[in-house]
């Protein structure tokens, strides 16, 4: 046998690899059927996963012993030898090479960073108490037990090589005991830094094994820096590239998994290449990689792809070693060789059992559910697995002394591999059920139900849906009620005691876990829906994994600021910056009578060039403070230096002299005259110290002090930072912004976080005083949160107006993306059109990364285009502008008080108001709801561009809350007078246009999960007329019709139901069973969503009818004052559009002489009170209208 080991660079001396075991060949050696034998090797490992049914140990085990059959056949067969041997002439590095690195990125990639982070030192602690207690017991029991002729270093070699803890499978019998998902990162990571240092220890063992005559400690030194420091740069590096290139919105799925697997090697074999560990770069990727790493929905596909990849690596791993063992020399195979396994087994666990009593200290730390059960489970995961059979070989070709039986190193690496994952992995469950640990908490199993009553909730309330439609009637409801009802138990095997019940304190802690687990899963979703930024999200769950472990504590926002520190230290910075900054003086008055020179020399020192001078010398001065400081250089240069001391001071003295003749006394008022003051005084002392030494060449005392102040000629280099100055200005100013913008994003994610939270509290806990302490919790967090929001958006409005432009840009790009998924999905689109377009829209995503972070506000005079109700109708902006008027409030102000009534509306221009209001009535005076539901003071705030004010004054109602200003707010304020006369010349499209942007607001707020799929923007419901509001007033009743209304909400007031007399108040969404309903309030109002867009006829109808009924009975009962034909023909009042109605010329002028015909009954009826400006606004809209 040739005793050159093979490296993975390059191969020794003959360039032959190693033949660990087996015979060579004596023949001519070809590879052409060694595929044969991987492929049948993954078929065979998936047939026996499928029919063992997923035990991954009875595989490995069956295809070990088949691989030793083929190797034992091999050694009596040349057919099969020479399928076997391109695999026994394969160095041993390279296995290592092809197989480790994708195991040891999916490791990784599965455990948590943040936790890592978090408890960093605990793990390292962990992973070291866990290597030396291993290398030191295990090294031990070799050297006394093996009767083999193993020295020293072969021995710990070995011990080394069997420490290793596989971190796939050691954790793999833990997840289902429910364990804490902190122990299993520890375990995780400590597996990984255990694998790390022996990959290191066997690099700088392969790397140095042909300079061994030159191997120092300070070889080992530089060589560990390097692999450690050198290899996490590089690592961490890596991991951003990979990260841009995957989350690419132009790769496909395909794309991304081919770039994943290939990066994954081209990261190993390019850290290896410069002498680092491939390993330790990997780890280092894995672990800085999550799934907002990923595109949407991206991170499962690839992470099962690698799934995939390393379970064939695995079945390869143990078939090709199980090969290996079975071409040696059966005879070393004695009984004491299965005995010696038997004892490292024992070993290991032993050596397993005490790391767990060592770090228990550390592991009590970590979490607070830690026990001596926890111990005892967690002591059976010291698992070994293919990190050690991989590294087995190496233990022969590092040997000082080879041994007669290499094949044994591997036999008890792979047998003790086999009966730790067989027999470890049944004592974990075993152990966790006779402790019972297995059994769910009462505060879980409670959770749980819950669960299981909303779905079988949902399925009865399905299934009575169902019934409701004409083509299901003849379906038999019987079986399916029964096929449909669930039967699951998920805690039958728990014992129940019926006298024990959980606290509040119990059940509210167990919330708080779920609260926080939906805060994540809301983080994500928004990340994925591009409504929260990467690194915010990816702070949001740092954060909150942080907190998560603290017992009782429910993340803030204030602790997510806390997390975050990045803001204050810069905004602090560009302070100082900004006091330092350097600002021309002003130039004094110079009377024309004065002295010529007086003039000259103003002239002189208020000049850019003398500016520029003054910057210039400073940098001349560098050259001759350089060779001053130079000792050799200095003693060459000495008069020289002396004469241009002289010189330099001289200019220094002219400029201070010019200055303080034109500044006078306030030449000190700069702190950078100061400056330039004391540098001419120091300068002229110097060359004093200079003279004097002249005369006492002999003076030690007067040298040194000479010396000192030689050196302290550096301070004339300051005044330099003049101009540096306002350049670490800018750049501070654009961190802040990006600070603002993040923590602004943060914020506004936070939010919607808390507002999904109290969606599901209710799952949560069924138990009312759990409910209670949850609801108080999350709205006094969300408070908090939006408090912040208008701080940050008072602090930095033009940023605040960047990113919510930014981000309507992407709603409206990511809107567009869905309607073209469903055009190219019903084929009305063909697939490279629709790839094409597609394209076009995620450059317009993508562009969105370069979007310039601020934006400045528009004028005061720009915010009413901003009113919803107002936009694209300028006869609407030109009428308001005349009449609103801009208005100041300080901090503390009342804007307006609850129960007084309402002066106006106001149009919040800048700043931040607290809304303090009780239980909003919607407009139902006797208030009929549940006695049990929680009474409760509502805070809301509202900023720049909120409005206050609408529904009082459309209703002429007393205020419903009490507006406090949180910051000096400035606004436009619109009185009531000036809304009304509004109202009665834009008749019925103003109130209209209000009522629809109340009822949406009210529908979206209260019924967003519900309408989540609808399109319920402004825009979009004036334009295509799908959604529109219907008044009821008492008494009157309404068909409901389940064809064309998909939904009908109650946004105000209430109604009945005609039949069961049901009440449903407001705001409220009619069930489908429910075919008509009657008015109880003096008004009520009902936004209708319908199916589909109306027909031609059904617009039209509905158009003049109901436009021109109401007006009669305005006219009637009200005396109203006549409509307009802007009023009527008005698409925006939600009743139909002209244009899009596609009418002929002659329909139109039909709707035109009806209208002409109405206005003349209200003009002979109330008498025409349009006067002539207003007439000229209603002529113009008439002419846009009729055009």
Known sequence: MVNNSSTFWGIKHDHQADLLCGKPADYFATKEN?????CAITVLGGVLRMILKNSDVFVFIVLSLLGFLTGQLANHFVEVHQLVY????????????????????????????????????????TGAISLCTAVTIIGYVVMKFNNESWDIQCSLLFSITLCIIDPLHSVNSLKPIDISKIYVDIIRGESLIICS?????????????????VFTERHLVMGLVFDIFGSIIGGYWCARAIQFILTDPFNNTLTNVVLCFSLVYMTYYLVEYFGMSGIVALVTVGLNLDSLSFKPRME???????????????????????????????????????????????????????TIILVSPILMHS?????????????????????????????????????????????????????????????????????????????????????????????????????????????????????????????????????????????IEEARLHVAIIQMSSFEKQCNDGILAVDAARILIGATKSYCPIHGKFMSISDVSTYVKARSWIIKFKAILTFLEYHREHALYISPRSHKFLIFVHRIVFSNAYEYATHVVTIMYIYPMIIHINPVARELNVSTLLSINYYFMLLYIVELTFKILILKRSYFLQYWNTLDFVIVVIGIIDILCLYFVTLKPNSLPLIQFTVIFGYLRVIRFLPIFKIIIPILINIADVQVKKSLSLMYTITKGYVKSQEDAKLLIRQISSRDSIYQKLHEILDKNKDDAIRGLGRIEHEGRDVVIALKTKQAIRNVIAKALKNLTFLWSRG???????????????????????????????????????????????????????????????????????????????????GMTSLHSSSPTFGIDSNPRDDTEIKTLYTEYCTSGDILGELSCLLKHEVEYTAVCETTLQAFFISLEDLYEGIDIFWPSLEYRIWLKLALGIANQYFEQTLADEDLSFQNCVMFNLVYVETLSSYNEMAINTVTMKFVIVVYGNVINSKTEEPYL??????????????????????????????????????????????????????????????????????FSLEKSKLAIMEKQKILNLVFLFNACVWFTTGLRTTKKDYNWKKKDEQDMIV
Not at 368 to 379: A, D, M, P
Not at 395 to 405: C, G, L, M, S
Not at 893 to 908: A, D, F, H, S, V
Request: glycine share 6%; charged share 15%.
């Open 300 to 354: 499962f596909i690839i992470t099962k792809f690698l799934i995939m990849c390393v379970s064939v690596y695995e079945y390869l791993i143990y078939a090709f070693f199980g090969i290996v063992i079975g071409c040696g020399n059966v005879k070393y195979f004695r009984f004491h060789s299965f005995v010696f396994t038997v004892i490292l087994y024992i070993t290991v666990n032993i050596v397993r059992l005490l």
């Open 367 to 507: 979490s607070y559910e830690y026990n001596w059960q926890w111990g005892v489970v967690i002591s059976w995961t010291g698992i070994r697995g293919v990190f050690s059979l991989l590294l087995a070989p190496e233990i022969y070709n590092f040997a000082e002394q080879k041994i007669a039986a290499p094949h044994l190193l591997i036999f008890y690496i792979l047998t003790t591999s086999l009966l730790t994952m067989g027999i470890n992995s049944h004592m974990m469950l075993h152990s966790a059920r006779i402790l019972g640990l297995c059994a769910i908490s009462l505060p879980r199993q409670m959770a749980m139900q819950n669960a299981i009553q909303h779905i079988q909730q949902i399925i009865r309330n399905t299934i009575n849906l169902s019934k409701t439609e004409k083509i299901l009637t003849n379906v038999n409801w019987n079986i399916v009620e029964e096929k449909a009802k669930i039967e699951y138990n998920p805690f039958s095997h728990v014992s129940h005691d019926k006298d024990k019940s959980a606290t509040d304190e119990v059940l």
């Open 34 to 38: 060694f595929p044969v034998l991987v």
């Open 197 to 213: 240092i022996t990959c290191i220890f066997f690099g700088i063992f392969r790397g140095e094994s042909n300079y061994i005559s």
């Open 828 to 910: 009305i689109i063909d697939k490279h059109e629709g790839i094409e377009m597609n394209k076009v829209l995620l450059k317009k995503i993508k562009a969105l990364n370069s979007f310039p972070m601020a934006i400045p506000p528009p004028t005061p005079d720009k915010y009413l285009s901003n009113i919803i109700w107002m936009e694209n109708k300028d006869v609407f902006i030109e009428f308001f502008k005349d009449r609103a008027r801009l208005t100041y409030f300080d901090y503390g102000n009342i804007i307006c008080r609850e129960g007084e009534m309402p002066q106006g509306i106001y149009l919040i221009i800048s």
């Open 1066 to 1135: 407001a705001p409220y969404i009619i069930p489908k069973t429910c075919d008509q309903i009657q008015g109880i309030a003096d008004v009520s109002k009902l936004l209708i969503i319908l199916t589909s867009e109306p027909t031609t006829g059904d617009m039209i109808a509905h158009g003049i009818g109901g436009a021109l009924m109401n007006g009669f009975k305005a006219i009637i009962t009200n005396g109203s004052h006549g409509l307009d034909l802007a009023s009527l023909l008005d698409l925006d009042s939600g009743i």
């Open 86 to 125: 391109p695999l026994l002439r394969t160095p041993s590095f390279s296995l290592y090479s092809y197989f480790l690195p994708l195991i040891i990125f999916l490791a990784a990639l599965d455990v948590d960073f943040y936790i890592v982070k978090n408890m960093f030192w605990q793990v390292m602690l």
